[in-house]
């Protein structure tokens, strides 16, 4: 695939332009933004990247966002935050989601009249949803025809679009992603914390992984003390689990390469990389 991408590229360099798109799993707490802030600047330079989505909804704490935690991700270098169920954890927060200036996504499938926005196409080059699974994680609206609703009008014309996919079942992220293929540049899913190694193209030039990781400790439980997440599966106890905030730190992505003139991916790679906090 790379090598007939390539070739076309040399006989189409007049109207081919590439794009490169890094897409960050589940950033908790601040252990995790401080691997972001470590590391993101540098990886745009290395690997040429365009624009960053970031999924944000552990970013304060380990639950929910804040104000200053998203401009600390902003200053990181991210362009678009994107999140799933813990979007509403930070009541003081809800009232910023329909700031137009913020790049801040909530899925797009919560009914009509939620606060906030699931899509942005006008937050730089790359056009963005944002959209929350229903198997095992909530009752929403059905995230196909909602998605489907959003192409038909028009949504993202003459952007590629990528979409953030926060679902547990790995088998309906893939449906979706299946679903959508050639009609958008990439599906990622996010939301276990777990980076699964399925990165691949589909037939018809959409990206997808299953789950993109998280960036948070390697010694945790999904990011979290080992000791609070323990309590709930020994003794049924429900506790505030902690994110953990120093040590070894995995920063989990993935890079996507899109033509920009077809709106569809080339490739997709993981980026993996682990810090010290």
Not at 26 to 32: E, K, L, M, Y
Request: charged residues 25%.
């Amino acid at each position: 695939l790379n090598v007939r991408y390539e070739s076309t590229l040399v006989r189409n360099s007049t109207r081919k332009i590439r794009m490169r798109v890094l897409m960050i799993g589940d950033v908790v707490g601040s252990g995790g933004r401080k691997a972001v802030t470590s590391l993101l600047k540098d990886l745009r330079s290395e690997l040429n990247i365009d624009f960053v989505t970031l999924q944000g909804e552990n970013l304060a704490a380990g639950i929910g966002l804040t104000v200053d935690t998203v401009a600390e991700m902003q200053e990181a270098g991210a362009d678009v935050i994107t999140t799933g169920n813990h979007v509403w954890d930070k009541r003081e927060f809800i009232d910023h989601l329909d700031d137009p200036f913020l790049p801040v996504l909530r899925p797009l499938n919560y009914p009509p009249g939620t606060p906030g926005r699931g899509a942005t196409d006008d937050s730089g080059p790359i056009a963005v949803i944002n959209l929350i699974g229903r198997v095992w994680v909530g009752e929403f609206d059905s995230p196909f025809a909602v998605v489907d609703d959003l192409l038909a009008g028009g949504f993202g014309l003459g952007k590629p679009i990528v979409v953030d996919f926060h679902a547990e079942a790995t088998s309906e992220k893939a449906a979706l992603a299946w679903h959508l293929d050639g009609r958008i540049a990439a599906v990622v899913g996010t939301h276990t914390h777990v980076p699964t190694s399925d990165c691949k193209v589909l037939p018809d030039g959409t990206a997808f992984v299953t789950d993109l990781g998280m960036v948070g400790a390697v010694d945790s439980i999904l990011g979290v003390e080992v000791e609070g997440s323990l309590a709930r599966f020994l003794s049924g106890r429900r506790q505030r689990m902690q994110p953990i905030r120093k040590g070894l730190v995995n920063f989990n992505s993935v890079l996507i390469d899109i033509d920009a003139s077809t709106g569809q991916a080339s490739s997709i790679e993981r980026v993996d990389r682990q810090i010290e906090v």
